[in-house]
């Protein structure tokens, strides 16, 4: 058991929130019950995963997603409403960790997924989101390991023989920053999302492109930090993964 305030403390100094400036506060969102023994993993706070921590009678919910982004209407209503009301009812805390649990160099989203591709000498490129690495296979042997890992057929961008040695990564919707990775000249940009320039972005920067799913990139992040919590504090600890195709 972990009161709440001192988990939300561990949690921000372990993750280095201070150091960011997202686009929603991270930390504890949603405050419910003092005390915690039983934490719940999810990648987004939609109504079906707090659905779900209800009746697994979580104490906490930890997402990569939470509320209260920028831009979005300040006005609590609609399924805004409904979600912070079924919290606040059942008194669950709701903790959101964004860009820290990107960054974070043992339970990051990145690290994470970089373990996973089996990707040597893992690093981030400079002050970017962007994560670099070596490794030493075709891309479509690349692409076989993302959809084995995520459980998702990738949308490949590239020549199926083409040799990756040099590889980038961003985990979410990152398509943007493919911009790094030309930089680099990598030779394979890997991301949750695409758009419709970017296969002609590749196509012209002689640059792989894999997208491999926003929710599926960033399912490990949460993953880790949540068994983190649970080894360091003994509490209860339980994923559950939403499907999302995106
Ligand atoms: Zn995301």
């Given at each position: 058991m972990i009161d709440n305030k001192t988990l939300a403390t561990y949690c921000n100094e372990y993750l280095n929130v201070a150091k960011f400036s997202d686009y929603c506060p991270n930390g504890l969102q949603i405050e419910g019950t003092s005390e915690i023994t039983k934490i719940i993993a999810g990648v987004s706070?939609?109504?079906?995963?707090?659905?779900?921590?209800?009746?697994?009678?979580?104490?906490?919910l930890f997402v990569h997603h939470g509320f209260f982004w920028k831009n979005e209407k300040a006005?609590?209503?609609?399924i805004k409403k409904n979600r912070i009301k079924a919290l606040l009812d059942n008194n669950i805390n709701l903790f959101a960790y964004h860009l820290p649990l990107d960054a974070h160099p043992v339970v990051g989203n990145n690290i994470q997924l970089a373990l996973r591709l089996k990707i040597?000498?893992?690093?981030?490129?400079?002050?970017?989101?962007?994560?670099?690495g070596q490794i030493d296979a075709p891309l479509s042997d690349v692409a076989q390991t993302l959809h084995n890992v995520t459980g998702r057929e990738p949308l490949i961008f590239g020549d199926a023989d083409k040799p990756i040695r040099t590889i980038t990564w961003c985990t979410g919707g990152a398509q943007s920053y493919i911009e790094h990775a030309i930089e680099i000249d990598a030779d394979c940009f890997i991301t949750g999302e695409v758009s419709e320039q970017?296969?002609?972005i590749a196509k012209e920067n002689n640059i792989a492109y894999i997208s491999a799913g926003h929710h599926a990139t960033e399912r490990y992040g949460v993953q880790a930090l949540c068994q983190h919590l649970a080894q360091q504090f003994d509490l209860d600890y339980q994923y559950i993964d939403i499907d999302n195709i995106v």
């Open positions: 706070a939609n109504q079906d995963l707090i659905d779900q921590a209800i009746d697994e009678k979580a104490d906490a006005s609590i209503t609609g040597q000498n893992p690093q981030p490129m400079g002050d970017t989101l962007v994560w670099k970017i296969p002609a």
